[in-house]
């Protein structure tokens, strides 16, 4: 029996002009070779420059173990940092950890420190997002202060708190309840 299906994909040609002395951005869509799937790519001005994905956002993930609302609070932040929104990023890190003090029951990050719960490291990183997210939320700033790299930074120290507090004391406890089956199983042998 003939298959009368048509070909899985026709290779299709696109000519376009493209207008490289105009100052905007530049914009593509482009298909994967690994996967075939279709995505948006732009470039500011010029011949030279690195493309940029602009869809589908690149969002990493929020580990399961960090309880809601933290862990909305921390999907907001990678949101807006996805789309280039710094401000609000710093502001939603700044919730992240307002939550987290609430979910921790404690006033501040001091006492999160005090309590054992974080290093003077992670006490340290914290307090600089909750500065970053102060100056954001308070203050007149220059629209270059936040840049993409510093929120990168701030959103990883985040990270490395919720880390600390939530993914790290959870892997801990399953590797425990782990070694208690184990040491009761061999007991019983």
Not at 8 to 25: L, N, Q
Not at 77 to 95: D, E, H, S, W, Y
Not at 111 to 138: C, F, P, T
Request: with cysteine; hydrophobic share 40%.
């Amino acid at each position: 029996m003939l298959d009368s299906r048509p070909p899985r994909e026709t290779p299709i040609s696109i000519g376009a002009v493209i207008d490289y002395s105009a100052a905007r951005p530049h914009i593509a869509v482009i298909k994967c070779q690994a996967c075939d799937s279709l995505f948006v790519v732009s470039k500011e001005y010029g011949y030279y420059g690195d493309w940029e994905p602009v869809w589908p956002l690149q969002i990493s993930p929020v580990p399961p173990d960090i309880p809601e609302p933290v862990r909305s609070a921390l999907a907001e932040a990678l949101l807006c940092l996805a789309v280039k929104a710094f401000g609000g990023c710093l502001l939603m890190c700044r919730t992240v950890i307002i939550r987290l003090q609430r979910e921790q029951k404690v006033k501040s990050l001091q006492d999160l420190k005090d309590k054992g719960s974080i290093s003077q490291q992670l006490y340290g990183q914290a307090d600089e997002v909750r500065l970053w997210a102060n100056m954001v939320g308070h203050e007149d700033y220059p629209a270059d202060a936040v840049d993409s790299e510093t929120c990168q930074e701030l959103v990883g120290y985040v990270r490395s708190l919720l880390e600390a507090v939530y993914v790290q004391s959870a892997r801990q406890a399953k590797l425990r309840e782990r070694r208690q089956e184990a040491e009761s199983q061999r007991s019983e042998n």
